[in-house]
């Protein structure tokens, strides 16, 4: 045996990310000149090299080459012990090649991220989102799992607490949300939230935390109400048909066949004519009991066209009511959202959120400001020049607003969202973004506009 090759250390300890040497020493115990390649082996040869790459060394001499082991930040690289070797190839005789034999020891790392799929999501009863949390780390990991909400509004339960994620690996949670009280109509209500992952165990690593928001929408829909007024009105519709047509109908016919119902009982029967007076006499008085009873069969249709007519205007009347209930209506409700982004040490940026169409006015009962990324500056939400609030940027992530005096804004009027940005936020988990960037929701009723009171002459 020619060769001879030792590393210096046979056991060290790597950070995941960095990079350690370990050098070898390689002898040429032969005559000749020899040139010795360098080939690692073992699991950690995929992030391993020799430099150089091969050594040239008279006889009797010796060489030095370095090993350099570096592991990756990544959960390909496990954290324990990984053992590893170099093999020290003569280009002359490689049937004598060396392999000295080393234990790299990776020390672990955690690296967790989080995602709700969807971000945001609605619902009249609940609403419910997954958590995704990925582990980026080279060792096992708990993450706890909490939710936050800034009111009492709503109720957060997730299906699992805690999840168990493995090197490279990724679970699910789902969270369900529920409003603690039920909106049966109006304008959806946002509820904005935050879930927060926490890592357990000795590795230490921040907390992620998520931002959400959960849309509760009115559990009667928009449409029902203007259904209610148009079956009142096709209620009211068939009252006026059944008392002013179809009704006097009806009581007539049963007039005239009561007339005739009289008229056979009171005529002589063929047999019952005789040739006495006192007959005659009889027939006499049964024909003017008839002509009485004519008489009163003769009263009885004016009499019933009276009622006929008296029923009538009732119908009309009460038609003419509900119609009226009807038309009134309590005006159609409406939501809009706008975003603004502004960057900094230029001039404010405005945007329209909503315009009142022509011949309407809307009646601003809602309004939440969202400043997700955490940005500093201010925002002013304004109407038709009016400005409804000066807001800090650097106060608030989401706000809202519920004006029991709803604010009148005319037709053709605007709301509008002006946002000065004197610093960009830095949201959690996430690069720097380029400049501001606010939102807006509104929701209220549109109705139509009163028309002007006309002038006395």
Same mark, same amino acid.
């Given at each position: 045996?020619?060769?001879?090759?030792?590393?210096?250390?046979?056991?060290?300890?790597?950070?995941?990310?960095?990079?350690?040497?370990?050098?070898?020493?390689?002898?040429?115990?032969?005559?000749?000149?020899?040139?010795?390649?360098?080939?690692?082996?073992?699991?950690?040869?995929?992030?391993?090299?020799?430099?150089?790459?091969?050594?040239?060394?008279?006889?009797?001499?010796?060489?030095?080459?370095?090993?350099?082991?570096?592991?990756?930040?990544?959960?390909?690289?496990?954290?324990?012990?990984?053992?590893?070797?170099?093999?020290?190839?003569?280009?002359?005789?490689?049937?004598? +090649?060396?392999?000295?034999?080393?234990?790299?020891?990776? /020390?672990? &790392? $955690?690296?967790? %991220?989080? !995602? #709700?799929? =969807?971000?945001?999501?609605?619902?009249?009863?609940?609403?419910?989102?997954?958590?995704?949390?990925?582990?980026?780390?080279?060792?096992?990991?708990?993450?706890?799992? +909490?939710?936050?909400?800034?009111?009492?509004?709503?109720? /957060?339960? &997730? $299906?699992?607490? %805690?999840? !168990? #994620?493995? =090197?490279?690996?990724?679970?699910?949670?789902?969270?369900?949300?529920?409003?603690?009280?039920?909106?049966?109509?109006?304008?959806?209500?946002?509820?904005?939230?935050?879930?927060?992952?926490?890592?357990?165990?000795?590795?230490?690593?921040?907390?992620?935390?998520?931002?959400?928001?959960?849309?509760?929408?009115?559990?009667?829909?928009?449409?029902?109400?203007?259904?209610?007024?148009?079956?009142?009105?096709?209620?009211?519709?068939?009252?006026?048909?059944?008392?002013?047509?179809?009704?006097?109908?009806?009581?007539?016919?049963?007039?005239?066949?009561?007339?005739?119902?009289?008229?056979?009982?009171?005529?002589?029967?063929?047999?019952?004519?005789?040739?006495?007076?006192?007959?005659?006499?009889?027939?006499?008085?049964?024909?003017?009991?008839?002509?009485?009873?004519?008489?009163?069969?003769?009263?009885?249709?004016?009499?019933?066209?009276?009622?006929?007519?008296?029923?009538?205007?009732?119908?009309?009347?009460t038609g003419g009511g509900t119609g009226g209930s009807g038309g009134?209506?309590?005006?159609?409700?409406?939501?809009?959202?706008?975003?603004?982004?502004?960057?900094?040490?230029?001039?404010?940026?405005?945007?329209?959120?909503?315009?009142?169409?022509?011949?309407?006015?809307?009646?601003?009962?809602?309004?939440?400001?969202?400043?997700?990324?955490?940005?500093?500056?201010?925002?002013?939400?304004?109407?038709?020049?009016?400005?409804?609030?000066?807001?800090?940027?650097?106060?608030?992530?989401?706000?809202?607003?519920?004006?029991?005096?709803?604010?009148?804004?005319?037709?053709?009027?605007?709301?509008?969202?002006?946002?000065?940005?004197?610093?960009?936020?830095?949201?959690?988990?996430?690069?720097?973004?380029?400049?501001?960037?606010?939102?807006?929701?509104?929701?209220?009723?549109?109705?139509?506009?009163?028309?002007?009171?006309?002038?006395?002459?």
């Amino acid at each position: 045996m020619t060769t001879a090759a030792s590393l210096d250390t046979t056991a060290v300890t790597a950070e995941p990310g960095g990079r350690i040497d370990v050098p070898l020493q390689v002898r040429n115990s032969g005559s000749t000149v020899e040139e010795y390649r360098f080939e690692v082996v073992g699991p950690a040869a995929a992030w391993a090299t020799v430099e150089p790459a091969s050594l040239s060394l008279f006889p009797g001499s010796t060489g030095t080459a370095v090993l350099a082991l570096s592991p990756p930040r990544s959960s390909e690289a496990l954290a324990g012990d990984v053992p590893f070797g170099v093999r020290v190839v003569p280009t002359s005789a490689p049937d004598e +090649t060396v392999v000295p034999e080393g234990v790299l020891t990776v /020390l672990p &790392f $955690a690296s967790i %991220t989080g !995602e #709700l799929v =969807p971000r945001g999501f609605d619902g009249a009863w609940r609403g419910n989102t997954d958590v995704a949390v990925d582990n980026h780390g080279n060792t096992p990991v708990t993450v706890q799992l +909490t939710a936050q909400s800034d009111s009492s509004r709503v109720r /957060l339960r &997730f $299906a699992r607490e %805690t999840v !168990e #994620l493995a =090197p490279g690996a990724a679970e699910l949670s789902r969270l369900t949300v529920r409003p603690a009280r039920r909106l049966w109509r109006g304008t959806p209500v946002v509820h904005p939230f935050q879930v927060v992952a926490t890592p357990m165990g000795d590795v230490p690593h921040e907390s992620v935390v998520l931002d959400g928001t959960y849309q509760q929408n009115a559990i009667l829909p928009r449409w029902l109400p203007r259904a209610l007024v148009a079956a009142v009105a096709a209620l009211a519709a068939l009252a006026v048909v059944w008392f002013a047509l179809l009704r006097p109908v009806v009581q007539s016919a049963a007039r005239e066949e009561s007339k005739k119902q009289v008229a056979a009982a009171l005529s002589p029967s063929p047999g019952a004519s005789g040739a006495a007076s006192g007959g005659g006499s009889s027939g006499a008085s049964a024909g003017a009991g008839g002509k009485g009873q004519d008489a009163a069969g003769g009263g009885s249709p004016s009499s019933g066209a009276a009622a006929g007519s008296t029923a009538g205007s009732t119908g009309g009347g009460t038609g003419g009511g509900t119609g009226g209930s009807g038309g009134g209506g309590t005006g159609d409700p409406r939501s809009a959202q706008a975003e603004v982004k502004d960057a900094t040490g230029g001039d404010p940026t405005a945007g329209t959120v909503f315009t009142v169409p022509a011949g309407q006015a809307f009646d601003l009962t809602d309004l939440v400001a969202q400043n997700p990324q955490g940005d500093s500056g201010t925002v002013v939400i304004a109407a038709e020049g009016r400005t409804l609030l000066r807001l800090a940027l650097q106060n608030f992530r989401d706000q809202d607003y519920h004006f029991v005096t709803p604010i009148v804004v005319p037709d053709g009027g605007k709301i509008t969202m002006t946002v000065t940005c004197t610093e960009v936020g830095k949201p959690v988990g996430s690069p720097t973004p380029a400049q501001c960037a606010e939102s807006v929701l509104v929701g209220g009723t549109l109705r139509p506009a009163p028309s002007p009171s006309p002038t006395t002459a």
